[in-house]
């Protein structure tokens, strides 16, 4: 077994590519192995949205695969991880991984995590969602797949996109049971109970 927590990051091609690179940042700030894979459209979106080349990214990382390479460690459920997270997840990869008929590593590693019972979390994103959206996740959920739309916890009260961020990755990775230090907690931090309060 691995010395230090694993958990795999799939990066999809959905908007969002900053959850992903946060999440990075808070693997490397706990000591969690990080192994990552990035799909060509997820490449192709981090280039759109961040300063970020997926090189980098993986050079942040425990370890990186190709996503065609489904030889790759974590395609196997003999190979230990904490779980995996998707981030960003596009409805394409979401709906691949609801099939079962999985074509890339991404997926393959994805519906590994599910058939070994530990935690599949998908950042959904896509607004508005029609009827077979919601299917789909329910057939997701059914299966034991957590989904989790980075939606703003304005309670938080926010003052930047990172504060957003920040706040989505936190609840994200409490999921998988690990504190991070930036995540805001209602009744302690804000909110009743917090230290602001009178």
Same mark, same amino acid.
């Given at each position: ?11 999809? &091609? ?5 959850? &992903? ?8 700030? /706990?000591?969690? @192995?990080?192994? /990552? ?13 961040? @300063? ?9 990382? $425990? ?10 460690? +974590?395609?196997? &459920? ?18 691949? +991984? ?23 979390? /998908? ?9 077979? $959206? ?38 994200? /990775? ?6 991070? @230090? ?17």
């Amino acid at each position: 077994m691995a010395d230090r927590p694993r958990i795999i990051l799939g990066m999809s &091609g959905a908007s969002g590519s900053i959850y &992903g690179v946060r999440l990075i940042e808070a693997f490397n700030a /706990l000591d969690i @192995e990080c192994h /990552l894979v990035i799909s060509a459209p997820g490449a192709i979106t981090l280039a759109s949205e961040t @300063e970020e080349t997926p090189a980098a990214l993986e050079a942040r990382a $425990h370890a990186s695969y190709r996503n065609a390479d489904i030889a790759a460690p +974590i395609a196997s &459920g003999s190979f230990p991880t904490r779980g995996m997270i998707i981030a960003p997840c596009s409805v394409r990869t979401m709906s691949e +991984i609801a099939t079962g008929v999985t074509s890339s590593l991404m997926t393959r590693a994805a519906d590994v995590i599910l058939k070994e019972r530990k935690p599949l979390v /998908l950042m959904v994103r896509e607004t508005p969602f029609h009827l077979g $959206h919601l299917r789909t996740m329910t057939a997701l959920a059914e299966m034991g797949a957590i989904i989790f739309p980075p939606l703003p916890a304005f309670y938080t009260r926010p003052e930047s996109i990172d504060d957003i961020v920040d706040q989505s990755v936190g609840r994200a /990775l409490d999921l998988f049971g690990f504190e991070w @230090e930036r995540t805001k907690r209602w009744g302690e931090d804000v909110g009743p109970g917090d230290a602001g309060s009178s």
